[in-house]
Structure formats: C-alpha cells, structure tokens
Nanobody, 124 residues
Framework: QVHLVESGGGLVQAGGSLRLSCAAS????????MGWFRQAPGKDREFVSA????????RYADSVKGRFTISRDNDKNTVYLQMNSLKPEDTAVYYC?????????????????WGQGTQVTVSS
C-alpha cells in the first residue's frame, strides 16, 4: 500500500515557477517508479514525468522537457516536480502516482496509488 499526497500547486503568471511535492507513505515506496501526470479541463490525463526508484533515470514529456525537473528523496519518501518557465498550457491538476518496478512507462493505466491532485494555474 502506498498513499500519496500532492502539494505545492497554485496560481502563477507565465514564466513563473512552482515546486510540487508528493509525499508518500508506504514501505515499498523506494522500490517503485514514480510519475507525475496532469489533467487539463476537457483533456485526458497526460504523462508529465517519471523517475526510477534510484533517481538515476528520468523521463519527460516533450512539452515539459527542459522546463520541468523531477527528483526524489527516498529518505523523505517524497517526489518533487520543479516547474520553471511555466506556460498557460501547463494549467492542469497535477497528480503523483506509483508506477511499476523498474519500468518508466508513460501510460497512466500502468500507475496506481494516485494522489488527490494539486491545481496549477498559469495566467498569461
């Protein structure tokens, strides 16, 4: 069992930054890939980024590459998403999720343990 709680969302202007946190509880946290997804109004849930349990491997959607950085601190059972140079199209509810062991999949269906989400709104 893994429980996730996202935080750090808010309202920012284009070009601004936010740092999302995903606090996890569960003994198997460090064994799993962790991912960030987002869902904008009227759209499907979209892959944003994923990170291996060691933090040595990361993956990003093309839309956020170079602007977002995923990281994790297994000692704190926390995954982060540093979002810089935010754009209005980044506006969405951002979710943290637990992925399969050792597989950096972009498929939402492969993830579970979804958090409640945190709203990110970027104004132009």
């Amino acid at each position: 069992q893994v429980h996730l709680v996202e935080s750090g969302g808010g309202l920012v202007q284009a070009g601004g930054s936010l740092r999302l946190s995903c606090a996890a509880s569960g003994r198997t946290f460090s064994s799993y890939v962790m991912g960030w997804f987002r869902q904008a109004p009227g759209k499907d849930r979209e892959f944003v980024s994923a990170i291996s349990w060691t933090g040595g491997t990361t993956r990003y959607a093309d839309s956020v590459k170079g602007r977002f950085t995923i990281s994790r601190d297994n000692d704190k059972n926390t995954v982060y998403l540093q979002m810089n140079s935010l754009k209005p199209e980044d506006t969405a509810v951002y979710y943290c999720a637990v992925g399969p062991v050792g597989i950096l999949t972009t498929t939402a269906q492969s993830y579970g343990g979804w958090g409640q989400g945190t709203q990110v709104t970027v104004s132009s």
